[in-house]
């Protein structure tokens, strides 16, 4: 599966942004599907995942309550609803799919989206 996301932008604190991560291939559907976030001098980390079915969902503590994730397997598609952004959300996020649920290590995974940037700005 090939992973290309998109959505990232400048928001003020607060705000709201959706980020989507479009797939390849007919086999999404067997993919569990994760975001992760890198801002810059830090370490890649997990933000979120969701389940092949969609059923089940996790999510790191600092993103718990204000990201949504979820996906529409008829689109190939997975989304990363971010409300109430903080100015430390400000990272590179990537989207990646790896076929057990939840897997939280980015060396885990060796399918990976080219990132899109997301600004909060205070």
């Known amino acids: 599966v090939q992973l290309q996301a998109s959505g990232g932008g400048l928001v003020q604190a607060g705000g709201s942004l959706r980020l989507s991560c479009a797939a390849s291939?007919?086999?999404?559907?067997?993919?569990?599907m994760a975001w992760f976030r890198q801002a810059p001098g830090k370490e890649r980390e997990f933000v979120a995942a969701?389940?092949?079915?969609?059923?089940?969902?996790f999510y790191a503590d600092s993103v718990k309550g204000r990201f949504t994730i979820s996906r529409d397997n008829a689109k190939n598609t997975t989304y990363l609803q971010m409300n109430s952004l903080k100015p430390e959300d400000t990272a590179v996020y990537y989207c990646?799919?790896?076929?057990?649920?939840?897997?939280?290590?980015?060396?885990?995974?060796?399918?990976w989206g080219q990132g899109t940037l997301v600004t909060v700005s205070s």
């Open positions: 990646a799919a790896h076929s057990a649920y939840p897997v939280v290590r980015p060396g885990d995974y060796n399918k």
């Open positions: 969701i389940a092949r079915s969609g059923s089940s969902t």
């Open positions: 291939g007919r086999t999404f559907s067997s993919y569990a």
